[in-house]
């Protein structure tokens, strides 16, 4: 079966702009949850989505947002680029919220903010 | 809240070889999971293998065990007969079984493996 699906790959962006992201879960995974993954400060918890609805969120601050359609497809967004918004966007889906239930991981967004 | 600590940046090993990779948690939580992750270049992790806290066995999926000391909080990592392939960052995390709990990671370390 297909695994979890992220767009785009590669994603070169000015200080200042917006930016979307993409994660198609696992057929009939409920779940998805993304992460930050940056040299300095390793891989962070952004939020998690679950049924359309975000269930847990991480600290960071108001600029990223996410959201989950009815097919269980999630995106995030980043608005007003910082050079420190550099890093690689790992999504991973679950069929649904708990450890229990594993995760699938993506092969992530790498996002340069120049 | 959980903390997650690698505390070595990188290890090599030789092929064929077996080396263990640390790791310590610390969590309030008394259900939770703790998971071994593997990202290779291709940057996707992957589930090495996963311990439930409240099985006092450790687990084994093939050539990769556990060392897992509740009390210590403690939760090695052995890898059995080296491979090439076996090259990656490794992190280790932890997830308690509570409602809106997250996977928390520690900060990975670089395993190089010698030919």
């Known amino acids: 079966k297909a695994g979890v699906t992220q767009t785009p790959r590669y994603l070169i962006k000015t200080r200042g702009q917006q930016v979307t992201l993409s994660c198609s879960p696992i057929s009939g995974h409920r779940s998805v949850s993304w992460y930050q993954q940056t040299p300095g400060q390793g891989l962070q918890f952004l939020f998690e989505y679950f049924s359309e609805t975000q269930r847990n969120k991480g600290n960071f601050p108001g600029r990223f947002s996410g959201r989950q359609f009815s097919n269980s497809r999630s995106e995030m967004n980043v608005s007003t680029l910082e050079l420190g918004d550099s890093a690689l966007y790992l999504c991973?889906?679950?069929?649904?919220?708990?450890?229990?239930?594993?995760?699938?991981f993506g092969s992530g967004t790498r996002l340069t903010v120049v | 809240a959980q903390t997650v600590t690698q505390s070595q940046p990188e290890m090599s090993v030789q092929e064929a070889e077996t080396v263990t990779l640390s790791c310590t948690y610390d969590?309030?939580?008394?259900?939770?999971?703790l998971f071994w992750y593997k990202q290779p270049p291709s940057r996707q992790m992957i589930l090495v293998i996963r311990?439930?806290?409240?099985?006092?066995q450790n687990a084994t999926e093939n050539r990769f065990s556990v060392n897992f000391q509740k009390a210590a909080k403690s939760f090695s990592l052995k890898i059995s007969d080296s491979q090439l392939g076996d090259a990656a960052m490794y992190f280790c995390a932890c997830q308690s079984t509570g409602a809106n709990s997250k996977l928390t990671f520690g900060k990975g370390i670089t395993l190089s493996v010698r030919p």
């Open positions: 311990q439930e806290a409240y099985k006092q």
């Open positions: 969590t309030s939580e008394s259900d939770y999971y």
């Open positions: 991973a889906s679950s069929l649904a919220t708990g450890p229990n239930y594993g995760y699938t």
